[in-house]
DNA sequence: GTCAGTGCAAAAGATTTGCATGCGA
DNA sequence: TCGCATGCAAATCTTTTGCACTGAC
């Protein structure tokens, strides 16, 4: 597992590979980007962003976070609901899938073994060679089907 | 497994039901969709209907589908590559995941019963009731595999 | 010093909405 | 007839791009 320097440092790499210059803006991006929760928005980004730095525009937000895509420092993920999010990009050994919870949005990783290599033989049955996979789960976690009884609370669309 | 004729019933008895009317474009709307192949843009679907219906606005495409996706006749997918596509609604008997060619872009549908189980399994064990899923296995199809000793294209990115 | 990187605002896409009019029930 | 549904255009929202200026190398 990859520590957020080590990302960090792996970015500035890329960045000299490709010819780029490191500058305050994509440090500070990609800073905050590593150091963060997972599965941020591009706003979640820009808002963290700007309170390091609020010099940075949103552009630069956009820029950026296409080339942490490019170096496959960031993933960029599209769940249920249409949001475009990002998150530190998964190694091999660190792969995880997510369930969702579709009351309280509650994001929980996990990685099953099983899971993946029966998908291997799957896509192998079917005559493909996987690369890669996602898979979301969807329902309704513990908490919010306690708390159901008493309260009623639900999230729009 | 539902023909498109009973999910045109299915649609008007929905309608009736929420007090909706039936209406030209809807009716025309929803027989392009369920006539369809799988996995449409609104734009497929609205250049689609317009051969059947040129009177069709593009909002009307919009609407008919969100009430397409609220009768729960149309799903809307989101796959990597960020274009919204919907595809009709599978019942619990006739559910599947996807199995996409990186290469061709090719979509082959599946539908494995130990997957099934074991994602209800996992996610029980993390304690959340499971309500649906989404799976998509990305690779590299045989056609592709064999073509490419040949010919060798590759994607960007 | 040079040219890539940046912020801003404008552009481009995708989707939604306001409004006058059409048409199904 | 009555009011929901529609088409159009304008409004939103998200993402990209053009351009003059800044700053890394």
Redesign the pocket.
């Given at each position: 597992m990859q520590s957020r320097t080590e990302r960090f440092a792996a970015f500035r790499r890329a960045l000299k590979e490709k010819g780029?210059?490191?500058?305050?803006?994509?440090d500070d991006i990609a800073r905050v980007f590593f150091a963060s929760t997972r599965h941020m928005s591009?706003d979640d980004l820009y808002q963290e962003v700007r309170k390091v730095n609020p010099?940075?525009?949103?552009?630069?937000v956009?820029?950026?976070i296409?080339l942490l895509k490019d170096c496959e420092l960031a993933d960029e993920r599209h769940f249920a609901d249409g949001q475009?999010r990002y998150e530190n990009a998964e190694s091999d050994e660190e792969h995880h899938d997510h369930l969702i919870c579709d009351k309280c949005g509650k994001i929980v990783e996990f990685n099953d073994q099983r899971l993946e290599s029966l998908q291997e033989q799957i896509a192998s049955d079917l005559g493909f060679v996987l690369a890669r996979h996602r898979m979301e789960l969807y329902g309704i976690c513990r908490e919010c089907r306690e708390s159901a009884g008493r309260t009623r609370r639900n999230r729009a669309g």
């Open positions: 780029l210059k490191s500058t305050a803006q994509r591009i010099r940075v525009g949103y552009a630069t956009y820029r950026t296409k475009t």
